[in-house]
């Protein structure tokens, strides 16, 4: 049993807030990184707010085996055949994992399945969601789907920019044609490694990370990120879903690796001192919960669009509004099965009102 050897006066050595962040990033523009012998570290551009995602290729005896795609767009494409070629000492690619459905994630998974004659691994949930995914976005604006939204309270001019923007999303609409599955507990042999199957759910619905207990290196995806807090989101498909329940659940599970893992995340820097950044993203959700908790005191009656307003203070952009609409709604699901909340669900209004149970319990509600 043995760390990859990383001694603090590496270069680029950073420990801040008590992570520690013991490589410098590639650029994100193809260049890469090597973690560990047949491990590498790639990271491609994102034309949006979050500028990179972070790839890894695992080395196997006669081939390389892809961890994550990148986003379909004509750089990553470009940048995909260099990097196979500086970097892969020749062996051919194997294989291309997905750890979740998200299309950072999986949106180049056809072109590079084709590109390099390779299957696609990945969970039956995730497989199928990216599916109905790439399928859905026909029926956008379906009755379900604004009954959906209506039930929040969001104003009918915002749901109508929404389903614009997201039908105009160039990326949505890539999707594989099969798949070899992947399970919880599953090890994969890749070289001289063995990666097993951990799933986490929260984030999405069957997400995988890959674990190499020996090494002690965890392939996170978007499971467990350094800087950023992964969105939690309940959508049409599940209005009832209970996502932060199953994230804490997910988050816990990971407790149990070695505490000296090395974190290697799709999105910010490799890390250590995992069970440190567990214990800040369950802390950062019941921070939420409570500061809920506290607006529902406020307001004798709200509706989710409301809550949102109060979460999320600044201007957000469509597809901003329906994350946070979506990672709202997981707190006040979270917090109605917690039976701090009363949801009435059928009003004249159609739309979903919430009370503070506290609040009904003191009388200060009107009969
Ligand atoms: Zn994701």
New binding site residues.
């Given amino acids: 049993m043995k760390s990859i050897n990383l001694p603090e006066e590496s270069p680029g050595y950073v420990r801040d807030n008590f992570l520690e962040y013991p490589m410098t990033p590639p650029m994100p523009d193809g260049s890469v990184v090597e973690i560990a012998d047949g491990l590498l570290w790639l990271r491609m551009p994102m034309p949006m707010a979050l500028d990179h995602i972070n790839l890894y290729l695992v080395e196997d005896d006669d081939g390389w085996f892809i961890i994550d795609t990148g986003l379909n767009t004509a750089k990553t494409r470009e940048l995909w055949p260099t990097v196979v070629e500086r970097h892969c000492n020749g062996k051919p690619i194997k294989g291309v994992i997905c750890?979740?459905?998200?299309y950072?994630?999986s949106s180049l998974s056809s072109w590079l399945m084709q590109t390099f004659n390779v299957p696609l691994y990945m969970t039956y949930g995730e497989f199928y969601t990216l599916k109905s995914m790439s399928s859905g976005i026909a029926n956008l604006g379906s009755e379900q789907q604004l009954d959906f939204y209506h039930r929040t309270g969001i104003p009918r001019d915002q749901v109508d920019v929404i389903f614009d923007k997201c039908r105009k999303d160039p990326f949505i609409k890539y999707s594989p044609p099969s798949f070899i599955r992947i399970r919880e507990g599953e090890v994969l042999t890749i070289g001289r490694r063995r990666w097993q199957i951990i799933i986490g759910e929260g984030?999405?619905p069957e997400?995988a990370c890959l674990y190499c207990e020996e090494d002690r290196l965890l392939l996170a995806?978007?499971q467990l990120l350094p800087e950023i807090s992964?969105?939690i989101l309940v959508s049409e498909m599940e209005p009832q879903a209970q996502p932060l329940t199953n994230w804490f659940h997910s988050l816990e599970k990971l407790k149990s690796l070695h505490v000296e893992t090395l974190v290697l995340p799709?999105h910010g820097p490799v890390f250590r001192q995992m069970h440190l950044r567990v214990q800040q993203l369950i802390e950062h959700h019941v921070d939420t919960l409570d500061s809920i908790r506290e607006f529902t005191l406020q307001e004798t009656e709200f509706n989710a669009y409301q809550a949102m307003k109060f979460m999320f203070k600044r201007s957000l952009s469509p597809i901003e509004t329906m994350m946070a609409l979506g990672e709202t709604l997981a707190h006040l699901n979270w917090l109605e099965s917690n039976g701090d909340l009363m949801c009435q669900r059928s009003n004249d209004s159609g739309i979903n009102t919430y009370l503070s149970t506290t609040i009904t319990k003191k009388g200060r509600i009107k009969q």
Avoid: E, K, P, R
């Fill in positions: 750890t979740h459905f998200h950072d994630h984030h999405s997400h995806g978007d992964s969105n799709a």
